[in-house]
């Protein structure tokens, strides 16, 4: 027996026993495909990120037999090899242990063309993106050590502005973010429900928005509409529309929110960072959503009523 085959034992899980299988599918270049529950109380990790995969069920000759079945059934997948990695052991709310054989597989398609029949989504993530995501520590640490032992492109963060310090002590730089309004051609504006677990305003509607790092606000507001929703914005057809000078939190950072109108674009919205939205809707201005972001609404108000600028928070 040679190392590997060693290796592949350890992986194995005793068929006899009754156990779930899942698998762990990555696109070659360092992404992970995930599965958003449904918030649904009772079953197993509701309304978290986890892996696609299932229990063993009586006509399953095997575990890989099982986890092919629940990717063909929940999301009509097949992946050509599958191959045993490990053997992890997750605990249900009630503290009854279970054993899931582990099949790693490499497939590089297009989640939003997989007929999903249960759960809300799948998507591609990045390791040092999913601690942002509600999901199991054990899942995240099996993604992790996947990772580490099957090396991928990494990105390299944009430099982030710093705190400039004056003769008088340190000056605080507002911070810039840009908004985009889109208004249909019945007279609808576009907005983002934000995930539960985000950051900043979770299970809110929001504008499609971002912060300006190392960019123009111009193309920091043509990037983040194909990076969250597959848009194309030529910057030729936008005009600033609205400024909200904000400080959110008592004490907090000012932020310079701008807001701009795009007279035209192309693509229809889709999520495709479900880690800050989880959906995209078009609202009549007399009825928009609740929650909605403060701001939001004081820009939306705004704009109705031809002002340029508003400020919020400063008194």
Known sequence: MNEETSQLNSALLPEHEQANASALIHDGAGAYLLHLRDEIPGIWEPGSWSLLGGGREPGDRSLEETVRRELREEAGLDIPSLVPYAVEEARSSDGTVVPIQIFAGQWNGDPASLPLTEGVMLHWFRPDVMPRLRMAPSTLDLVRRHAETHPAAHRTPRPRPARVATAGGSTVLNGVGVHLYL???????????????????????????????????????????????????????????????????????????????ARQWSGTPEVREPDKCTGWGWWHLDELPAPIVPFTRAAIDGIRAGRLYTEMGWS
């Open 183 to 261: 208004e249909n051609a019945d007279g609808e504006v576009l907005l983002g429900l934000r995930h539960p677990d985000s950051a900043y305003a979770g299970s809110t509607w929001h504008f499609l928005a971002g912060r300006c790092e190392q960019e123009s606000a111009l193309a920091c507001l043509v990037r983040e509409a194909q990076e969250e929703a597959g848009l194309l914005i030529e910057p030729g057809d936008v005009e600033l529309t609205h400024v909200v000078h904000l400080v959110d939190t008592p004490g907090g950072r000012p932020l310079m929110q701008m807001i701009f109108r």
